[in-house]
């Protein structure tokens, strides 16, 4: 997640009282948290900050204009894609959340009105109904040609299940599902509380699942390469860094009741101060959640040994969310761009909208690379679509070096930074080589990216930064070099990339 938020504290005109008289079930209290959400938003150092779960990373380019103008109008700082595929509003001006609210709830952004928020906006069942909305899926669902399964409708009905069940109040706002569909282009090594993948049978399509973790790819049967976020062979991997096994199968009419099973299971299971998956199957075994779960489901939930070597057929390719890519379909293509550093100003947002709207089907698919794709353009409006792209400052090609570099809020924004991560990431990108990937974190929480990148710059003074390479340890890697400025960090990369070359 990104990471103001750890450092926020809540904006006053948002903190609640006991939230006993909305949720009557005592399981339903909502966990205290200071993650921003669209109904509590919380301070930073650039100003307020609220983050917007778009459902299945989707926005209408109506709801894009309307996110535009009441950023214009409340808020004096960027619109930040963030790698869940969601938004956040940066610099909400003091004393404007509510009119900030007010707007986004009627675009209809937020939990959907039957839970409440439309009516009560500012209520705790509205807030908790907000927090759990954390099902991802490809970008590209319903038309990446190599996809097993349109995960759209499955989708929205686990947001459903989640917004309406009070219980679920209780889970933690990080506590994350992934639905995948067997798309190319799929996040699949961000690690989530429950996966979910599709997976071709004789008899049909089967979710496979699995808990803390992500979906074991197919290079981690083996294979010796890996691919890294852009989709290039990626020297710095260890197979299967997240990747957990495979616990069993079910089909897809039954996945809403095995994920409403499971997320009891939590609910029952863990200690008070657990708040993931990871942190109850450290006291349980996987085995013993599913006899747990089984209780809430009317199909047969145990592990299913044929799929212990399970693995995702279709190879991930992160490179696919940028420029032009067939659809399933004939004549229609998406075509995607990165904005620099996974941000926006109003103005962009309004210009991508009225893209979408004149030349696709008027909607906007955000993704986990902080980067935006526009869905059904036509072969005949291709060029016209990457130019307005381009010439709103989106990256479109892999090969641009700043496609490579994702960097957290830094001390502009953040008062735990050591440094100014954005500035810095900028002047990296003159010089960063091919093939190489660079996270710029101002301190050791991460928020910029939930899976750890090849090479982290971890801030060590304004300027200064440790050098890590990932090798499969907890964390960043293993660190190689210390208190380097950017222009060393440079020459180092270039080495290494020279190296790697050689060899
Ligand atoms: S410095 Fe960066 S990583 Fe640390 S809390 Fe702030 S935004 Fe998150």
Not at 139 to 163: E, H, I, N, V, W
Not at 304 to 318: E, I, M, N, T, V
Not at 394 to 423: E, F, N, V
Not at 456 to 472: I, S
Request: charged share 15%; aromatic share 4%.
């Amino acid at each position: 997640m990104l990471g103001p938020s750890r450092d926020a504290k809540p904006v006053s005109v948002l903190n609640h009282a006991s939230p006993s008289t909305i949720v009557s079930n005592a399981a339903a209290t909502p966990r205290p948290s200071a993650c921003p959400g669209l109904l509590r938003i919380v301070a930073a150092r650039d100003g307020g900050l609220c983050r917007i779960k778009l459902p299945g990373g989707e926005l209408s380019a109506a709801q894009a204009r309307a996110l535009a103008d009441a950023c214009a109008r409340h808020a004096a700082g960027a619109i930040e894609l963030t790698n869940r595929a969601n938004l956040q509003v940066r610099g909400v001006k003091p004393g404007d959340e509510a009119a900030l609210i007010a707007a986004l709830v009627a675009a209809g952004l937020g939990p959907r009105p039957s839970s409440g928020a439309a009516k009560a906006p500012d209520t705790p069942a509205a807030i908790a109904a907000d927090d759990v909305r954390n099902v991802m899926i490809s970008p590209a669902a319903g038309r990446d040609p190599s996809a097993l399964f349109d995960t759209r409708p499955l989708c929205a009905d686990l947001l459903s299940m989640l917004q309406s069940e009070t219980r679920f109040a209780a889970l933690s706002p990080k506590f994350a599902l992934l639905l995948d569909g067997g798309e190319r282009l799929a996040r699949v090594d961000h690690p989530h509380d429950v996966w979910l993948a599709a997976s071709q049978e004789p008899d049909g399509v089967r979710f496979v699942f699995g808990l803390a973790g992500c979906p074991p790819a197919s290079a981690c049967a083996g294979s010796p390469t890996q691919y890294d976020d852009t989709g290039s062979p990626d020297l710095a991997a260890k197979p299967g860094a997240h990747s957990t096994a495979a616990l069993a199968a079910v089909l897809p009419s039954q996945v809403p009741a095995l994920v409403r099973a499971l997320l009891f299971t939590f609910l029952e299971l863990a200690p008070a101060d657990a708040t993931r998956m990871r942190h109850l199957l450290a006291g349980h075994c996987a085995d013993a959640l599913l006899h747990h779960a089984q209780r809430y489901v009317h199909f047969p939930l145990t592990r299913d040994a044929s799929l212990a070597h399970w693995r995702r057929a279709a190879p991930a390719d992160a490179s696919l969310r940028l420029g032009v890519h067939p659809q399933r379909g004939p004549g229609a293509s998406h075509v995607g761009g990165q904005p620099t550093l996974g941000r926006l100003d109003a103005g962009a947002l309004r210009a991508l909208a009225a893209l979408s709207q004149q030349h696709g089907n008027g909607t906007l698919r955000f993704t986990p690379w902080q980067s935006v794709l526009l869905p059904d353009i036509a072969t005949h409006a291709v060029p016209a679509v990457l130019s307005g792209l381009t010439t709103l400052g989106l990256a479109t090609d892999p090969a641009q070096a700043i496609t490579r570099l994702i960097a957290c809020a830094g001390s502009s924004g953040c008062a735990k930074s050591l440094a100014d991560t954005k500035a810095d990431a900028l002047r990296l990108a003159a010089r960063l080589p091919d093939g190489v990937d660079v996270h710029l974190s101002g301190c050791s929480r991460s928020c910029a990216t939930a899976h750890c990148a090849p090479y982290t710059l971890l801030a060590a003074a304004p300027g200064l930064y440790d050098l890590y390479r990932r090798d499969g340890r907890p964390g960043f890697g293993q660190c190689v070099a210390r208190q380097l400025t950017i222009d060393q960090a440079a020459d180092m990369f270039e080495r290494l990339a020279r190296s790697n070359t050689d060899a």
